[in-house]
């Protein structure tokens, strides 16, 4: 069955250090991958997302992504943590060849706490 | 542009009542989807709307329904509340694969 892991439930980093927040998929094509951020009481927001071409993608708040195809990973880096940075990170994907069946199958979740 | 927006924020119910949750969307945007978001199990898919047809459904009984308007705005109901209904529901609206602008949710307690 498609899935997405995020093998890390909560992280914790100090203000200032880099982080780097896990990504699984498991499908046979290259889907389409997703980063969303969900800071406490909010919705969703896109953070960034890939769909061909170059493997590193950048997103909005200095967030990056790297697509490995032989990892079937899509890990979420940052290099200096701030701490409005806490938050909730999911990563989701949607098969490239889903037609109009394109409902985004999504991870659990990683909670990020940032030390002062 | 305003972004989505659902209403109420939150609600207080009882075992067996019912309750509407309704969503606007950003203006232009036709896909409305809608999620159920615990603690314990993340983010769960409801349903897609498409120009007024649900165009994808996830696995939830049938007392979760939802419709959507010809303006795109789109409302979900849940009869027969139960305790384990007590969530946070999302709304997003999207115009590209897998591009979800979300609302702030509706948080539903069933008491």
């Known amino acids: 069955a498609q899935s997405v892991t995020q093998p890390d439930i909560h992280i914790t980093v100090s203000e200032g250090a880099s982080l780097e927040l896990r990504c699984n998929y498991s499908?046979?094509?290259?889907?389409?991958l997703f980063w969303y951020v969900q800071s406490p009481g909010q919705g969703l927001q896109l953070l960034l997302k890939?769909?061909?071409?170059d493997t590193l993608v950048q997103g909005i708040k200095g967030f990056e992504a790297e697509f490995k195809r032989s990892q079937s990973s899509f890990n979420l880096r940052k290099p200096s943590v701030h701490w409005s940075d806490a938050a909730e990170y999911f990563c989701?994907?949607?098969?490239?060849?889903?037609?109009?069946?394109?409902?985004?199958?999504w991870g659990l979740g990683t909670s990020l706490a940032v030390n002062p | 542009k305003a972004g989505v927006t659902q209403t109420p924020r939150y609600l207080i119910k009882t075992r067996g009542q019912q309750v509407t949750l309704s969503c606007s969307p950003i203006?232009?945007?036709?896909?409305v989807s809608w999620y159920q978001q615990t603690p314990g199990q993340g983010l769960q898919f409801l349903f897609e709307?498409?120009?007024?047809?649900?165009?994808n459904k996830g696995n939830f009984p049938g007392r979760f329904s939802g419709r959507q308007f010809s303006n795109s705005r789109s409302e979900m109901n849940v009869s027969t509340l139960e305790l384990g209904d007590s969530a946070l529901y999302l709304c997003?609206?999207?115009?590209?694969?897998?591009?979800?602008?979300f609302g702030e949710g509706s948080r539903l307690t069933v008491l």
């Open positions: 203006s232009g945007h036709r896909s």
């Open positions: 499908y046979g094509a290259t889907p389409y």
């Open positions: 890939y769909f061909s071409g």
């Open positions: 997003a609206s999207s115009l590209e694969v897998g591009e979800l602008f």
């Open positions: 989701a994907v949607v098969p490239s060849n889903a037609g109009n069946n394109r409902k985004l199958i």
């Open positions: 709307y498409f120009s007024e047809t649900q165009r």
